[in-house]
């Protein structure tokens, strides 16, 4: 059974920093590319990052290049979402999904996690 798990929500103040895992069981994370998405109250899940199977591979929304870094550790078989100078549009739900490859394309992912909150606020 495929298990993706978020981790590292919570509350920070803008300009502030989370940093959001993702641990996969049931997969071998490193057969995959793995996306950040995010969904804000009363708005539509769009994605935020992608990273390759392999890692060399990354691509981000506009609205978080520079603040954002995707990585992996396949040996660990956990993706993580390092989030900086974190602004209160930033706030939503964040989730990882596995993509049904190696590369980062526009398919609907083939796994999801539960989704990690995360909220910006003074």
């Known amino acids: 059974q495929v298990q993706l798990v978020e981790s590292g929500g919570g509350l920070v103040q803008p300009g502030g920093s989370l940093r959001l895992s993702c641990a996969a069981s049931?997969?071998?994370?490193?057969?995959?590319?793995m996306r950040w998405f995010r969904q804000a109250p009363g708005k539509e899940r769009v994605g935020v990052s992608c990273i390759s199977s392999s890692g060399v591979s990354t691509n981000y929304a506009d609205s978080v290049k520079g603040r954002f870094t995707i990585s992996r550790d396949n040996a660990k078989n956990t993706v993580y979402l390092q989030m900086n100078s974190l602004k209160p549009e930033d706030t939503a739900v964040y989730y990882c999904a596995a993509e049904v490859g190696p590369r980062c394309t526009a398919r609907p992912p083939g796994s999801w996690g539960q989704g990690t909150q995360v909220t910006v606020s003074s």
């Open positions: 049931g997969l071998r994370l490193d057969y995959y590319a």
